[in-house]
Structure formats: C-alpha cells, structure tokens
C-alpha cells in the first residue's frame, strides 16, 4: 500500500473513491509500459492469479444476486465489469475452458438485470467455442447460453431452445441431477415463449411441486410467475392471480426485489 500510495502521489496511479472504498487506476500506457517488462512466467502467473479471483467473486456474488443483498452484490459486480470482462478473456486466450464458462455461467443474471444482454450472449458464444470435453461447467454455460439468447435472438427461439436440450443432454450424461432440473423449468421458459401454455404449465407445476418438497423458495417463486403469466395470458384471471401473488410473497419474504419489481409490473394486487 505505501508503493501504491507513492505512484498516486508521482500520478502514476490515480484514485477514484467508490463508496467507502478507494479504487486504484492505472493509465494505460502506463500498464502497458509495465506489462512489456514482465517475462512470461510472470504474466501468467498474474493473469491466472487474476482471472480465477474473478471467476471466485462471480460464484460468490450468484447466490446474492437472488436474495436481499442483490442491490449491493449488482453493484458490486457492476464496479468489477471490466475486471470480469479481462478474466473472461484471459480464459479465452489461454484457452482455458473450465474458467471461462463457469465465470460466464455464474454471470448471466448479472447481464440480464443490468442490461448487458447482448454483451453476454457474445461472451456465452466464445467460451461455448473452447474445447474442454464435456464438463458441468460447459453444460451450465451452454444452458444459461440458450435462456439469455432469446432475449435478443427472437427470431431463433428454436436454436435457443436446442441449446437448453443439449444441455439437459450434457447434465444427463454427467448425472447432474441440478441441472437436469435447472433445464427443464428453463425449457419450460421456452415453451411458454413459443405460447405453448399447457405444456409449460405442466412441467413447472412439477418442479415447482419439488421446490416445495426441498424448501427452495426461490425457486418455488420463479415457478409461480410463469404459472401465472401461463393463465393470465389465456385469459384465466383468477388462476393468474393466485399464481402471481403466491409469487409475490415469496419475493418478498427472500428479498428478490428484482424479481418484485417484475412481477408488480405485470400483475397489480
């Protein structure tokens, strides 16, 4: 800290407060004046220390990002952008497979709620492009691929979709039995896309039923709005109304105010 505190006073590094913290930025000639005099076991050793630091933090923040701390962890990932986007591409440089879809997986909701959508379905097609055999990481990237796709490749809902079979392909052929379940309620997603509102309604009543059995409320919640928008749109009001506000109180009580806030915008109670 005392070398650093040297740069910032010489402008080599300048300072930016963020919050209560004090983030440290280097210009970039400068970085890379300094990254020219590394020798290559240096820079790998940094860049490897770096990207997995980043992939850690993105796994970490995932379970937040859906509970009552989600403001700050969004946030937080949001300072950290540019971060996430240099391990991303160190992964892909490196061609390290693993790495990069479990950060790129660990990430999609992240992209989502904070409207880096098309961003991420491009790093979802990159790291989906590396070789590393067939991988829990690789199916959950693929997966999360396929649903954060259709938000921007509308005329392909279809291709998206393929992406989630082949991933339930993948977690079958791994007896990943998450993922097998993660899946189905995605492809569920899909299928209440295309208007298919029974069979949607049929597979996420099921998992929904199971949600319950194992106390994942979250879950049980995501279940619950799409139930309710799978009546609602046929014109089922009362069913939808139970669906969404069941829904809504779940939200509530796990503290997924985005979750709230998207519910509240399609169905006032």
Not at 155 to 169: K, P, V
Not at 212 to 236: H, I, M, Q, T, V
């Amino acid at each position: 800290m005392d070398a650093i505190g040297e740069l910032a006073d010489k402008s080599l590094v300048w300072t930016m407060p963020a919050g209560e913290e004090t983030r440290y930025y280097m210009l970039e000639p400068l970085r890379q004046y300094a990254a020219a005099r590394l020798n290559p076991e240096e820079a790998l050793e940094a860049g490897s220390r770096h990207a997995s630091y980043f992939r850690d933090l993105a796994e970490e923040a995932f379970p937040e990002i859906h509970g009552p701390n989600q403001i700050e962890w969004f946030a937080g990932l949001e300072r950290e952008h540019d971060n996430l986007r240099a391990a991303l591409a160190w992964g892909l440089e490196l061609g390290v497979a693993n790495l990069a879809q479990r950060t790129a997986a660990a990430l999609w909701r992240f992209w989502i709620v904070c409207r880096h959508v098309a961003e991420g379905v491009e790093w979802f097609d990159r790291v989906l492009a590396l070789e590393g055999g067939p991988s829990k990481a690789g199916a959950f990237a693929l997966l999360q691929a396929g649903f954060v796709s259709i938000m921007v490749r509308i005329d392909d809902l279809e291709g998206c979709r393929a992406q989630i079979r082949e991933a339930r392909t993948q977690f079958v052929e791994l007896g990943e039995a998450e993922g097998v379940m993660t899946t189905d309620s995605h492809d569920a997603v899909m299928q209440w896309g295309l208007r298919d509102f029974g069979a949607s309604s049929r597979v996420l009543a099921k998992i929904q039923a199971i949600h319950r059995s194992n106390g994942f409320e979250w879950g049980d919640g995501f279940c619950g709005w799409f139930l309710g928008s799978a009546a609602w749109l046929p014109g089922d009001i009362t069913q939808a109304g139970e669906h969404y506000s069941r829904s809504l109180e779940i939200y509530r009580r796990v503290g997924d105010y985005t979750f709230i806030a998207w519910r509240s915008s399609h169905w006032r109670t």
